[in-house]
């Protein structure tokens, strides 16, 4: 040890006040995100990540809306538990390695101090919660999605931590023990997904919840937010809800007598009333949403009308015999609708009554009872002279699935539309029916099964030439299985 | 007088840690001596503002503690090193002090110098990079000392300071309290009289939350005069005859 003398004196009144005092603090935050038990949980939010978020998004088609809520609904799931759990490890830091005495001794007040280490956990949460982020929007861009990104979820997913973490810190601080940091991580990620199950209906105040990100029934849609703007009605009032819970948990910490002065627990105190406030009012508000007719949540106070309007686009088509047009955003889902129905729109191409065009229409989302939400084409299934056809496109991952709903509901419509008799059809539509759409759903052995068989096992060619010269005796009912070809 | 304390007390609970404590001092080193359980770590930490006395009166460097604005002001004038120091295993030897630096409110363009400084002082100049959980015990009892004194305080506070301290270590440590002595008041908590010969220019025992003796460390000696208390150095006599003499 030395004894040569080294001033450092220590400032007066007057020079200190002017100091600036956001150097000290950024210097503290320093320190603290350096060292930081936050930064070692990273490798690990990334792995549960691109299991539990990525891949999973990476199934559908680069659509914006999918992606961009999964960013809310699942990756939320991630981090909070990490985050609430690494904030609490922390805020119990100073009791476990016995740093009390020291620190009490300090002058900065306690409640500073501990808003430095929140920070630090804070801000490598949002790091890494951007990092996970950008990479899933990256990555969607690079893949040519439609439109621009969405942020509304993103900016959820961001407000969130430092909620998690005040979360987790106030834990951690109030009940200090080893066990508090798993404890609270599991009782949180728990309390999330069991929250979701009290979700019942669109006014149900449990919406507030970070993890939902529209109809909490409907779950990632393809639909939603494509014709119409994503909605940003239940977002701010997460928002809301996440900033006052952040300052109400970080407020009671500045409440105790130990705190800090008079002044700070008094501006502790004036956060907490305000978080709380705000977070009741965010609450409130979500129990006012309703299930607007595009599917997303529209909270009447926060509404914005101008976000009922359509968005403009210009729709990609195929060069099927009877064009396929589908909105720009599903235009990954071209290949299968092609796929799927291309064979019979050749056969039903030029027929009276086939349509000239197929368009993919927006959804109609209704609030139905028993939570359920359906889903339904927003107007007629056909309109305009000449007839276009318009496309529901279902809500499916898996190709088969998706060309099997195709058949049922698409084709089934645009084939009636040609041959006639929708429910009433006559026993020869009801075989020209199921010879085109080349399903089984006659009963096995009748005259109207043996007739379909018949005609299924025709040449697409003379089946189209055959309805070329037969489809308005067949439309109006006049032919009977006999007559059949 | 940087220490004003007036017929001081605290209790826990029914144990009277300190009991009716007078005691004035100015810059120098003080050493305050006693057996275990004698108060003096609850003195210390009265001093140290980390606790608060049950009654009497305490001013440090001109102030009032028990007041939040001037507790504040001692504070940062402060530098303590408690009995069972507690440290952060990932930090640096130098983030560690820079901590306290920052928390001890010292104007921010002064922080690197003043770190750089308390940590040779110290002599852990090479370690300075070092994780805190690779030092021995000697080491981090010397980090603390750092992280006390990288503020230049005018109080600084000691328990036990050279526990853990190798010979060579200790002797520079005196060395180091003279020094700091000149301007500070320092106040050094002990159970080893030959810290006390060696770096204090008053010494004071406690027994049983009270102090039974003040004065210098000559006058420690001489009380074992005339007397056959036990002892290997005529303080440690001393100390010894003052200890049966209060317990008579």
């Known amino acids: 040890m030395s004894t040569g003398s080294v001033v450092v004196p220590v400032p007066d009144e007057t020079t200190r006040r002017t100091l600036p005092a956001l150097t000290a603090t950024s210097g503290l935050l320093r320190l603290e995100m350096r060292r930081s038990v936050m930064l070692w949980m990273l490798p690990l939010v990334a792995t549960l990540f691109w299991f539990i978020t990525y891949r999973p998004s990476m199934a559908y088609p680069p659509l914006w809306n999918v992606r961009a809520m999964s960013m809310q609904t699942t990756a939320l799931s991630v981090f909070a538990p990490t985050v609430v759990g690494a904030a609490a490890w922390l805020g119990w830091r100073e009791r476990r390695h016995g740093m009390t005495d020291l620190l009490i001794g300090t002058a900065r007040p306690r409640w500073s101090r501990q808003l430095a280490t929140w920070a630090a956990t804070t801000c490598w949460a949002i790091v890494a919660y951007l990092g996970c982020g950008g990479v899933l929007y990256g990555v969607t861009a690079w893949q040519g999605a439609w439109g621009g990104p969405l942020w509304w979820p993103a900016v959820v997913g961001v407000v969130s931590m430092p909620a998690f973490a005040a979360l987790g810190f106030a834990a951690g601080v109030l009940r200090p023990s080893r066990f508090t940091a798993p404890l609270v991580a599991i009782g949180v990620f728990l309390a999330l997904q069991i929250s979701l199950q009290f979700i019942h209906g669109d006014d149900s105040y449990w919406q507030i919840s970070p993890l939902v990100a529209g109809p909490w029934e409907i779950g990632p849609d393809t639909g939603v937010a494509t014709f119409y703007r994503y909605l940003p009605d239940l977002p701010i009032a997460q928002v809301l809800f996440l900033a006052g819970l952040t300052a109400a948990l970080l407020g009671t910490l500045g409440l105790p007598g130990d705190a800090g002065g008079r002044r700070l627990r008094r501006c502790a105190a004036v956060v907490t009333a305000a978080g709380l406030l705000t977070t009741t009012t965010a609450v409130a508000l979500a129990g006012t949403g309703r299930l607007d007719a595009h599917g997303m949540i529209a909270i009447p106070l926060l509404h914005d009308e101008g976000d009922d309007r359509p968005l403009r686009y210009t729709p990609v088509c195929n060069h099927t015999p009877i064009p396929v047009c589908l909105h720009p955003a599903s235009a990954g889902y071209l290949p299968s609708v092609t796929a799927a129905l291309e064979p019979v729109l050749t056969e039903l191409a030029g027929l009276p009554g086939a349509p000239v065009r197929i368009s993919q229409a927006a959804a109609r989302y209704e609030q139905g009872p028993d939570n359920r939400v359906s889903i339904s084409r927003a107007g007629p299934p056909t309109s305009g002279t000449p007839q276009v056809f318009h496309l529901l496109l279902p809500h499916q991952t898996a190709t088969a699935e998706f060309v099997a709903e195709l058949r049922v509901d698409a084709l089934q419509s645009i084939v009636n539309s040609v041959v006639g008799g929708g429910r009433n059809a006559s026993p020869a539509q009801q075989a020209v029916t199921e010879a085109i759409l080349g399903t089984s759903t006659l009963a096995p052995g009748s005259p109207a099964a043996a007739a379909a068989q018949r005609l299924a096992a025709l040449p697409a060619a003379a089946r189209h030439a055959w309805l070329v010269e037969h489809v308005a005796a067949l439309r109006a009912g006049q032919l009977t299985l006999e007559q059949l070809p | ?248």
Do not use: W
């Open chain 2, 1 to 248: 007088m940087n220490v004003e304390i007036e017929d001081l007390t605290r209790r826990f609970g029914r144990t009277e840690a300190v009991a009716g404590v007078t005691m004035r001092t100015g810059p120098g080193v003080f050493g305050l001596l006693g057996p275990n359980g004698a108060g003096k770590t609850s003195l210390l930490r009265m001093m140290a503002t980390v606790i608060s006395p049950t009654s009497g009166r305490i001013r440090l460097l001109g102030r009032d503690p028990g007041q939040y604005g001037q507790r504040r002001e001692i504070r940062r004038r402060l530098g303590y090193v408690p009995q069972h120091l507690g440290y952060y295993p990932r930090f640096t030897v130098v983030e560690f002090v820079e901590y306290f630096a920052l928390l001890k409110e010292m104007p921010p363009t002064r922080v690197h110098h003043a770190v750089a400084a308390a940590v040779e002082r110290v002599g852990l100049g090479d370690k300075a990079t070092a994780k805190l959980r690779t030092l021995s015990g000697g080491m981090l009892r010397r980090v603390g000392i750092a992280q006390a004194i990288v503020n230049d305080p005018e109080l600084l506070l000691l328990d036990e300071p050279t526990a853990g301290l190798d010979p060579e270590q200790r002797v520079a440590f005196r060395a180091l309290l003279r020094d700091l002595g000149q301007r500070a008041t320092v106040m050094v908590s002990t159970h080893l009289v030959e810290d006390v010969g060696a770096a204090c220019t008053e010494v004071a025992l406690m027994d049983r939350g009270k102090i039974v003796f003040q004065g210098t460390p000559e006058e420690l000696a001489a009380r074992a005069e005339g007397t056959t208390a036990a002892g290997d150095a005529p303080l440690e006599r001393g100390y010894s005859a003052v200890l049966a003499q209060a317990r008579t």
